[in-house]
């Protein structure tokens, strides 16, 4: 059973176009972190929010975690090629302290 | 600093044998973690070790075990591999035990069970 969907699964963009990936969940987190994996590494941390309504701001990208602790959401503004790859949410369960990741969405963005 | 390092990084095994996957964590890094990434299923956390015990566990079968020594570095051992163990099997560290500590992944071992 997967505990944390995201969205959309696929994304391919031109240069320059705004996105927002969405990660969901009916479980509670006690924080929730963003991953960006490239091919053949292994993913690497964005950002980590913890409290209900975060916003975190990182250059062109900007991480929510949503009021309840059960969501977060990712906003890139003017895409770049470098920013392709593998994004992941993940959650820490607060019962079990494991941490969840998500489906992952894959982005590309071209030149 | 060095990174997490994991060895192999690729292997090839036929149905049937067993396969022991090594990770070096960072330096001072007392948790390590063991993921199985795949297409189908993505990420899915197998257990986490601190201390030389372990601390978590997913809903693995039985065959997949791991152990951790006292200088941190871990191994996980899949025995009796079927075709659906092909995957990439990423380990991560992390200073201290708790799920949200930021994971520190090696590069992974690519599995192929033939």
């Known amino acids: 059973t997967q505990l944390l969907e995201q969205s959309p699964q696929f994304l391919s963009i031109q240069e320059g176009e705004n996105l927002t990936v969405y990660c969901n969940s009916s479980s509670v987190f006690s924080s929730l972190q963003w991953y960006r994996q490239e091919p053949g590494e292994g993913p690497v941390l964005l950002v980590t929010v913890v409290t209900g309504g975060e916003v975190k701001k990182l250059k062109r990208l900007t991480f929510q975690f949503g009021d309840a602790r059960k969501d977060s959401s990712l906003h890139i503004t003017a895409a770049q090629p470098g920013d392709t790859g593998l994004y992941l949410c993940?959650?820490?369960?607060?019962?079990?302290?494991?941490?969840?990741f998500g489906t992952g969405t894959r982005l590309q963005v071209f030149p | 600093k060095a990174g997490v390092t994991q060895t192999p990084r690729y292997l090839i095994k036929t149905r049937g044998q067993q396969v022991t996957l090594s990770c070096s964590p960072i330096?001072?890094?007392?948790?390590v973690s063991w993921y199985q990434q795949t297409p189908g299923q993505g990420l899915q956390f197998l257990f986490e070790?601190?201390?030389?015990?372990?601390?978590n566990k997913g809903n693995f079968p039985g065959r997949f075990s791991g152990r951790q020594f006292s200088n941190s570095r871990s191994e996980m051992n899949v025995s009796t591999l079927e075709l659906g163990d092909s995957a990439l099997y990423l380990c991560a560290s992390a200073r201290s035990a708790s799920g949200g500590n930021e994971q520190f992944f090696g590069p992974g071992t690519r599995l192929t069970v033939l």
């Open positions: 330096s001072g890094h007392r948790s």
């Open positions: 993940a959650g820490a369960q607060e019962d079990t302290d494991k941490l969840i």
């Open positions: 070790y601190f201390s030389e015990t372990q601390r």
